[in-house]
Structure formats: structure tokens, C-alpha cells
């Protein structure tokens, strides 16, 4: 028997309207070092609107954003400010990793650039490339809608599991052993099966 | 002047055999001990015109094939009414890696030797504040030297790491 509801009433969990609410208004924490900042702004400019996609303002304080992008390489000297910056974000917060330098160190395997945020931070979303062109980044906003959407609860319960770090080498003890996941040692390492 | 001119004025000054010289095309080098550097830049500002130290930079020389010292000190030095380049070039050797800074000639100075002492820990004497600018304070190795391997000695992750549940 079909409820016979006005048009302006619905029904739904409470879990579905707050991943609806929270997936479509993701404003973002711009934490932008390097050149990928330059496509961050790119993207938030008037030809690839990103506000198009819910993250209507830029904020530069932690305390009002609920989506940090790392764009850009960090150095070691940066490090314990990002850690600061996401500690000082409110829950519900989510991070995008854009660009290679971010995912994994990019092209710097050096003393002073940190091979890949990760390490340290979690992250929920990577974006490949040197730079990574807007549309990739919007692209990346919708995964995320998407992940919102899917794994998202009104309590924020889904933050609670993740109790382990989810770095490199945490990704090598889970990936089959012919993966390059932690690239570094290059003599030692295997080429990706790609059959 | 020419370099001619400059060369002469300055075994005038300091003594036929106290510096050497160089050249290649139209870079104009002198090399002389470390202990008179400050002198001879002192005599190239204050005397000769050149006005403005463009380059403070240092080499380390220690696998550089027949090499007899270990590090090389080069100031740059330009004179800017007539545009013409210097360079002056010291050695420097370990133990003893002091030399007197040229803070008192040219303010600017000030960055260039703390980058050198930063990358090189090479210390000047009578620098105002000789500590790190592009490395953090707590850094203990100098990263330029080429006994210091290029992916760091894991100074870079050596931080806490932060996991979902407790952020």
C-alpha cells in the first residue's frame, strides 16, 4: 500500500539527508603550496567553476571549511602546519590529495619534500597529475560527493573505523607483492603486471 | 676598468703574489687565501667601485677529481656604474671553517651567508645572526655537501602520524 504523500513531503533517513546535504556543499580549505595551486584557482575561476559542484567559497580559516585540498608539494618545514590546519578542522572534514607531489613527493624525492602527504594525513581522494587539469579536480569533487553519498552516516560513525594510518607502507602489506607501491628504490624494484 | 687596470691597482695594494687570476671569455676571476678575502673585497668596494655583491655561494669540492680543497667560497661582486663583473674566489678547508663575514661591507650579505652556512655550515665570523633560513632551526646536517645523500637521512618522515579516528 503506497502512502499517498504531498508533493512536498519525503521520506528518508536521516543518514541519506545529512550525506546529501554534506556531499553537496563541500567548501573547500585551499591549502595550496605550490603550482597546483595556480590550477586550484583555475578551477575555482570562471571557466571551470567549481562552485558549480557545492564548494561555493574558498574559505582560508580551517575552522569553516569541511574540505582541505593539499595542492602542492609540502616540505618538511610545512608538515606540522598542514597537521595543525587539519587538526583544526571541524568534523565532518574529508581531504583531496591534488597532484603528484601531494600523493607521493612528485618528481622532489629530496631531503626536505615529504614523499606523499598520506604519511601523515588521511586522505580520502588523489588526484594524478603534474598539474592535474581543472576538469580532473572536478572529477575528484564528484568521487567524493560519490564516497559521501555511499559510506556517509548522520554521526559521522564512519570516521571512527579508520584507526590505522593509511600510507605507503600500510598499502604494501594490503596490495599483492608485484605492485610498485612505494617507489624509491628504483633498482630494486618490480614493473606493474599489467595483464 | 679593464681587468688589467683592476689587477694592477691590486698587486699595488696587497703584493705581487698575493692572488692569481683567471679567465674564460668574459668571466674575470680572482682566487686568494681565505684570510685576505675580506680585505680584497673590502679594497674592490670601498676603492675600486663595485658596489654591489650579487653572488655569495659555495662548492664542495670533495669528489671533484684532483681537487686540493674542499670547499670554494665565490663572491660576485659588480660595479654598477660601468657594469662590469668580478668574481673572488677563496678555499676552505676542514677543521677550520671560519671566515670573516662581509656583513660590514655589504648588508646584503646577510641572507646569502646564512644560505651558505645553512647548506654548507660554513660559519662567518661576525655575521649578526648566523642560523638556518631555508632548512628548519632543529636541522642537523647540511644538506649541500656531497657527503649528504640527496633523499635526506629520513629527517623528512620523521614526524607523527596523524590517523582518521583521532583528527
Known amino acids: 500500500m503506497a502512502l499517498d504523500l504531498p508533493e512536498s513531503v519525503y521520506l528518508t533517513s536521516l543518514d541519506k539527508l545529512a550525506n546529501w546535504v554534506r556531499s553537496n556543499s563541500l567548501w573547500p580549505m585551499p591549502f595550496a603550496t605550490a603550482c597546483c595551486g595556480i590550477e586550484l584557482m583555475a578551477t575555482g575561476a570562471s571557466k571551470h567553476d567549481i562552485a558549480r559542484f557545492g564548494a561555493e567559497v574558498m574559505r582560508f580559516t580551517p575552522r569553516q571549511c569541511d574540505l582541505m585540498i593539499v595542492a602542492g608539494r609540502v616540505v618538511m618545514k610545512m608538515l606540522p602546519v598542514l597537521q595543525r590546519i587539519w587538526m583544526q578542522m571541524p568534523e565532518p572534514k574529508w581531504c583531496i590529495s591534488m597532484g603528484a607531489c601531494a600523493s607521493s613527493g612528485g618528481v622532489f624525492d629530496t631531503y626536505a619534500v615529504v614523499q606523499g602527504v598520506d604519511r601523515f594525513i588521511p586522505v580520502d581522494m588523489y588526484v594524478p597529475g603534474c598539474p592535474p587539469r581543472p576538469e580532473q579536480l572536478i572529477q575528484a569533487v564528484i568521487d567524493l560527493q560519490e564516497k559521501i553519498t555511499k559510506t556517509g552516516t548522520f554521526w559521522g560513525r564512519e570516521f571512527k573505523d579508520r584507526v590505522t594510518a593509511e600510507g605507503p607502507k600500510q598499502n604494501a602489506a594490503i596490495l599483492p607483492g608485484d605492485i610498485v607501491t612505494a617507489p624509491g628504490e628504483f633498482s630494486k624494484s618490480k614493473r606493474i603486471n599489467l595483464n | ?167
Open chain 2, 1 to 167: 676598468m679593464p681587468f688589467d687596470d683592476i689587477t694592477t691597482r691590486l698587486r699595488e695594494q696587497f703584493g705581487s703574489d698575493s692572488f692569481t687570476t683567471s679567465e674564460f671569455r668574459d668571466n674575470r676571476r680572482i682566487h686568494v687565501k681565505y684570510e685576505r678575502a675580506h680585505a680584497f673585497l673590502s679594497y674592490l668596494k670601498d676603492v675600486l667601485g663595485f658596489d654591489m655583491l650579487f653572488e655569495l655561494m659555495a662548492a664542495d669540492y670533495l669528489k671533484y677529481p684532483d681537487a686540493r680543497d674542499r670547499f670554494g667560497l665565490v663572491y660576485g661582486v659588480l660595479n654598477m656604474a660601468t657594469g662590469e663583473r668580478v668574481f673572488v674566489k677563496t678555499f676552505l678547508n676542514e677543521p677550520d671553517l671560519t671566515i670573516k663575514s662581509v656583513y660590514g661591507i655589504w648588508k646584503g650579505a646577510d641572507w646569502l651567508e646564512r644560505e651558505v652556512y645553512d647548506m654548507y655550515g660554513i660559519v662567518f665570523d661576525g655575521h649578526p645572526d648566523l642560523r638556518r633560513i631555508l632548512m628548519p632551526e632543529e636541522f642537523t646536517s647540511y644538506p649541500m655537501r656531497k657527503d649528504y645523500p640527496l633523499r635526506g637521512r629520513g629527517e623528512r618522515h620523521n614526524f607523527p602520524i596523524i590517523t582518521r579516528a583521532e583528527s
